[in-house]
């Protein structure tokens, strides 16, 4: 996990380069909802690993970095980010 205390430098994420993050983590990093993030991790868009004991019940949701980075560089090139806008968003008046 990330160290929560100190602002962090954007650049300092490329030299760091973790393998995998915790859901917070790839919230404010990347800056996608819990929400939107789970609904890609479901339809196994992004990958990811659960770890936890035997037997247990609830364990730690780690995303891979290099996954969620790859998978919005692509929506980008895709020019499917600016598709996606939902259609009652479309009739709206600015």
Aim: net charge positive; charged share 35%.
């Amino acid at each position: 996990m990330l160290n929560h205390t100190k602002k962090e430098n954007p650049d300092a994420l490329d030299t760091l380069k973790p393998e995998f993050l915790r859901i917070s983590d790839a919230v404010r990093i990347f800056g996608i909802s819990r929400s939107r993030l789970f609904e890609l991790l479901s339809e196994k868009k992004i990958p990811s690993v659960s770890l936890k004991r035997r037997g247990a019940k609830r364990g730690i949701r780690l995303i891979s970095y290099g996954g969620l980075k790859k998978f919005l560089e692509d929506q980008i090139e895709e020019g499917i980010s600016s598709e996606s806008i939902p259609s009652s968003y479309e009739n709206e008046k600015p």
